[in-house]
């Protein structure tokens, strides 16, 4: 049997994070890592826009081999996997698989909360989806989500200012914006893999008794448990431990930051995207 990598795919560099609890939880496989940094950030582009930037780097991956592609990114798991998974994949790959970070999250989310009242930090993007009230409400139709955008934040980790005195500003204005909606929230949601980095300077404005929870963890348990409730796909992963670093725009750049989120050093490789959109081109000839 064919094995290849794991894909995970993200906007740009926040996917890492993920992809670091990831490694954490399931060392064994191969990974390739693939951030579309020429185009981030997604939070403030339209669904469509979203939509196309992210199926091109699914279709990317695939052309890779990945049999599984993890969107590590929560506005293209907002306003790009569903349609992806139920439009796009019965007719690019059928055997293959694309899962996002969102369902994984709110199918645990409500067992931290005690008051069934839960805070979401976002981007824009992924606030205006409303994916996290949506999902949360299908396993959890108690609980009661409220949301904040905090546009800042991405901009603030990725010029390294996270830990300025800059940033204390935004982080307790969009803190107290989202804690302002209700009284009762008893656990936070950091609904963006970039604010991760900025969960040190969070819990200094946050109240006692305030549960603050980050992703990664939770998606690499989710990830863990697909693989052994699927092993037609678990079976397709390579496992040798290896892994590869992608971007679309200066690998140099990419390597310069990436250090920040996952904790190691990168080699990364440009990645052409033009590459897909001319096979998509010689494929519609091909078929007309």
Request: aromatic share 12%; glycine share 0%; charged share 30%.
């Given at each position: 049997m064919n094995q290849q990598p794991i894909g995970v795919f993200d906007s740009g560099y926040g996917g890492l994070t993920v992809l670091k609890e990831i490694i954490k939880k399931l060392p064994q496989y191969d990974y390739v890592y693939l951030g579309d940094n020429a185009r981030a950030p997604y939070g403030t582009r339209s669904f469509e826009s979203v939509y196309h930037y992210t199926l091109e780097c699914v279709q990317w991956l695939f052309n890779k081999g990945c049999p599984l592609v993890i969107l590590a990114c929560n506005t293209a798991s907002a306003k790009a996997l569903r349609t992806i998974q139920q439009n796009d994949l019965p007719k690019i790959a059928p055997g293959n698989?694309?899962?996002g970070v969102i369902r994984p999250t709110t199918e645990k989310i409500g067992d931290y909360t005690q008051t069934k009242q839960v805070g979401i930090l976002a981007t824009a993007g992924t606030v205006l989806s409303e994916s996290y009230?949506?999902?949360?409400?299908?396993?959890?139709?108690g609980v009661t989500v409220f949301q904040q955008a905090c546009p800042m934040w991405v901009p603030l980790v990725e010029n390294n200012e996270h830990n300025s005195k800059g940033a204390d500003y935004f982080i307790e204005k969009d803190l107290n914006a989202l804690l302002d909606q209700s009284k009762n929230i008893d656990t936070i949601l950091l609904a963006c893999t970039h604010y991760p980095l900025l969960k040190h300077?969070?819990?200094q404005f946050l109240p006692e008794g305030i549960s603050l929870l980050s992703q990664g963890e939770i998606?690499?348990?989710s990830l863990e448990d697909y693989l052994v409730r699927h092993p037609e796909i678990e079976e397709r992963c390579s496992r040798q431990g290896k892994l590869a670093f992608f971007t679309t725009d200066s690998p140099a750049d990419f390597d310069a930051h990436a250090t920040i989120f996952l904790g190691r050093k990168t080699h990364a490789k440009h990645a052409d995207m033009d590459e897909v959109k001319l096979t998509k081109k010689n494929a519609r000839g091909f078929h007309s």
């Open positions: 698989r694309v899962l009230i949506i999902e949360t409400n299908k396993f959890y139709p300077k969070i819990q998606v690499a348990d």
